[in-house]
């Protein structure tokens, strides 16, 4: 079971997400906060895996949550819901360090594949705000490695590197490339090493930037 830490300020979102998040679709709500100025305290009850945040709330939002969380040592990881126009929170979020956006309006089967990927360590893009979410990257990041050419990389990276920019988890990879996960583990670092990236978001950018994985339509 994933465990699962509900942050909205609305409790009509809140209970349908427990519904989608189900035991049977294998996750344990955990608990619940309507605001991010809960989150902290409710991380330290609760010990979720992975914390599910609304982006804009009424006194501390899903930024500002998120960059307090991260501070933590070994703090879960968090998906940000956020709705289409929202880019000065996507740009704000991405500083903080969330890990994953998912659109509110989105059908639940993509808000559990979402919550599966970042929950084991990878970073989601709902492909509605992929650009935006880019983009706003490139703005505010510091340098990463964009533009840099890639022949340093051996070809499993190069297959690695992929598989990370479509928002894939470690195990994910694992599965895809019939190797272990303390070997995608190694190529990860390998490739973070000689393409100076600072974490999976940046290489996500940087597989869309050089053509390694193309935005959807």
Known sequence: MIRVL?????????TGLQRI?????????????????EVEDAVTAHHPDLVIMDARMKDVGGAEATRRLRRRPDSPPVLILTTFDDDEVLSASLRAGASGFQLKDAPGEDLIRA????AEGGAWLDPT??????????TTALPTATGTRIEPLSQREREVLAHIGRGLSNAEVAGE???SEVTVKS??????????LRDRAAAIVFAFDNGIVEPLA
């Not at 919550?115 to 970042?118: D, G, I």
């Not at 705000?129 to 490139?138: C, E, I, S």
């Not at 190529?187 to 100076?196: A, E, M």
């Open 115 to 118: 919550a599966r990927v970042v």
């Open 21 to 37: 998040l189900a035991p049977r679709a294998g996750f344990d709500v955990v608990g619940e906060c309507s605001d991010g100025s």
């Open 6 to 14: 509900l942050v909205d300020d609305q409790q009509l979102i809140r």
């Open 129 to 138: 705000v992929t650009a935006r979410v880019l983009a706003a990257y490139r």
């Open 187 to 196: 190529h990860i670092g390998h490739i973070f090493t000689k393409l100076d």
């Open 177 to 179: 490339l019939h190797i």
